[in-house]
């Protein structure tokens, strides 16, 4: 019996250094606190883009203009899946998720246009914070996030792309209701598509 129990002490402490080798290990597969830390804050860009357009949604209501409420419902329900998007990545890399205060969005915009002037700028800044990130996981050589990252690279150009043509109709139209009531139908149309945003890899 006496001989055994230093035997089954020194067993115990193998098993002991072998755990923490085989944390050390699932540490390695970590994203860079950094990344990490830029990955957190595009969860709180994309809920503040849900935010911000469902406030303009609230403003498209107000002025009796339904078709125009629509496309931003349809647009917010769009940023929550972006925002679940990287929320799912950050988990699967074993990272941390940490919500953070969402700021309140603008509540009022003078015309139309002036929204979706608003909604394009927005989406030129969102895709300038996709482009960092993509220029912080390359400087890391960490491949599976820039591969993860490419699809928000084209979601943007169709971000910025459809939200620029609305604002270019809205500018030829100007002050022409009929037309504008025109548009309205059309915007009334969008739905949100069926599959939802691929999953990260
Ligand atoms: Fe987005
Ligand atoms: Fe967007």
Redesign the pocket.
């Known amino acids: 019996m006496r001989t055994t129990k230093p035997a089954l002490l020194l067993s115990l402490m193998i098993a002991v250094l072998q755990g923490a080798i085989a944390c050390g290990q699932e540490n390695d597969s970590r994203l860079d606190k950094e990344l990490e830390a830029g990955l957190n804050k595009q969860i709180n860009e994309e809920m503040f883009?849900s935010y911000l357009y469902l406030s303009m949604a609230a403003y498209f209501e107000s002025a009796n203009l339904p078709g125009f409420a629509n496309w931003m419902r349809v647009q917010t329900q769009?940023?929550t899946r972006?925002a679940m998007m990287f929320f799912d990545y950050v988990n699967r890399r074993n990272g941390r998720v940490l919500l953070t205060e969402i700021e309140a969005p603008q509540v009022k915009w003078k015309s139309p246009l002036d929204a979706f002037t608003a909604a394009y700028e927005h989406?030129k800044h969102?895709s300038s914070r996709i482009r960092s990130l993509v220029k912080h996981a390359r400087g890391q050589s960490d491949d599976s996030t820039d591969n993860f990252l490419q699809w928000f690279v084209a979601e943007q150009v169709e971000?910025e792309d459809s939200t620029y043509k609305i604002v270019q109709q809205l500018k030829l139209v100007g002050d022409d209701r009929a037309a504008l009531f025109l548009i309205d139908r059309e915007l009334a149309m969008r739905v949100l598509p069926p599959n939802p945003a691929p999953a990260a890899p």
Do not use: A, G, P
């Open positions: 883009s769009e940023e972006h989406e969102i971000e």
